[in-house]
């Protein structure tokens, strides 16, 4: 008998690597004394909120205030930003994502998670304050409790809810938590959404769980960009649309060259068989130009269905 | 010469036991890469469990390959040495 030693990392499988690097985030965030909650992924699945099967990355949630001492944390072990985001965006930009050339898969370090409109500070401390552990790969890691858990699940299953996948989703996770939700679980997933900003982007949940909730789905905050984001699933130029409903005039020039030219590592990362060389680049930007075009009218419908006026939205015009 | 002292992981880790792998990071040395143990090396892994020692990890190895433990005793406590070194068991 000769026994296997250790082998190379390359050859670790997602089901492998993901539940490994949720031990590796954890103990950065230790050392550097920041606060995470693991969310999505196996902490959800052992929460029986979703099925066990392979993620393809690591979902933190990560205090805001502390995300730049995490990130260097993680840089300082060879990790590095995928393809650093220049893209407009309807809904503030909510992750980075971190690679590493030892690892399969991805880290996706979040300061906040679409759908919670209230502060992405006063929205962590409230999802810190509902917070438990559960084992991943050996280790105790902080994740949010399962009401608040199932509420990032939903705005997860919600923000792209043309996806049929989506949708099952979010039914799968609506049976669920009425299964097994307790009264308490019920009240708590209220109060996490009235203290998150998230009544009305999660009022759907809410309504199918039957929860005694006066609100009736109203919230102070503006749903506005939401319902453009939930509605514009593939809509490629939705987000440079509504960066320019949101800029003065004077200021589209530079916009518009942006969004033609964006860098070399988005355009290479959203058409990987681009030809290499400056001539590929050219064509994958002719190409997506094309699509982003295409893309324009619908865009426009969806914003003026969803109510947005952009001499409204820039004071002072 | 064997020892009666048994092994046992050491708590610094975090690792994923399938069937016939097991992929383990040490946290106290994160920089190192995942080490992934196959075969005959993730049934030693398992056999270690904090309460057997040299003899009783090599007994329970060769009983799972249906071995005589003569025959594997060496590689196993050889292999034994060798997760001690790379700091993933160690003697309770």
């Not at chain 1, 530079?254 to 590929?280: K, S, V």
């Not at chain 1, 094309?290 to 969806?302: E, F, H, K, N, S």
């Not at chain 2, 092994?7 to 995942?34: C, F, K, M, N």
Request: hydrophobic share 45%; with cysteine.
């Amino acid at each position: 008998m000769s026994p296997d030693g250790a082998a190379g990392s390359s050859v670790l499988d997602l089901a492998e690597a993901v539940p490994l690097l949720h031990g590796v985030v954890d103990e950065v965030a230790r050392r550097h004394g920041v606060r995470v909650l693991f969310i999505k992924g196996p902490a959800l699945a052992r929460q029986r909120l979703r099925d066990a099967h392979a993620s393809i990355d690591v979902d933190v949630l990560v205090d805001p205030a502390e995300l730049e001492r995490l990130r260097r944390g993680l840089e300082e072990l060879g990790w590095a930003v995928r393809v650093p985001n220049t893209s407009a965006t309807v809904l503030p930009q909510h992750s980075v994502t971190y690679a590493h050339p030892l690892w399969p898969c991805e880290i996706d370090l979040h300061d906040r998670f679409p759908g919670f409109l209230a502060d992405p500070q006063a929205t962590f401390e409230t999802l810190w304050s509902y917070r438990t552990q559960v084992d991943v790969a050996g280790r105790p890691v902080p994740c949010p409790q399962p009401a608040p858990h199932a509420a990032i699940a939903c705005l997860h299953a919600l923000r792209d809810a043309d996806s049929a996948v989506n949708r099952d989703e979010l039914a799968r996770l609506i049976d669920v938590m009425v299964a097994t939700f307790d009264d308490a679980q019920r009240d708590q997933l209220v109060d996490v959404a009235r203290r998150t900003g998230a009544e009305g982007t999660l009022w759907p949940v809410l309504q199918a769980l039957g929860v005694d909730d006066d609100t009736s789905g109203s919230t102070p905050h503006d749903l506005t960009d939401w319902r453009i984001r939930t509605s514009s699933t593939g809509v490629r130029s939705i987000g440079w649309v509504m960066e320019l409903r949101r800029t003065p005039v004077r200021r589209w020039p530079a916009i518009l060259l942006r969004a033609i030219l964006l860098t070399e590592a988005e355009i290479r990362d959203a058409q990987p068989n681009a030809a290499p060389g400056a001539w590929g680049l050219l064509r994958a930007r002719i190409r997506r130009l094309g699509w982003g075009l295409r893309d324009v009218p619908r865009a426009v419908r969806i914003i003026r269905g969803a109510g947005a006026d952009r001499r409204d939205e820039v004071p002072g015009r | 010469m064997t020892s009666t002292t048994p092994w046992r992981h050491v708590e610094e880790i975090s690792h994923v036991e399938g069937a016939d792998r097991v992929a383990i990071v040490t946290l106290a040395r994160l920089q190192d890469p995942p080490v992934l143990l196959t075969g005959t090396a993730a049934r030693i892994w398992a056999a270690v469990d904090g309460a057997r020692d040299d003899e009783a990890v090599a007994s329970e190895v060769a009983a799972r390959y249906d071995v005589p433990v003569e025959e594997i005793r060496t590689e196993v406590l050889s292999f034994l040495q060798h997760l001690a070194a790379c700091q993933l068991i160690s003697r309770t």
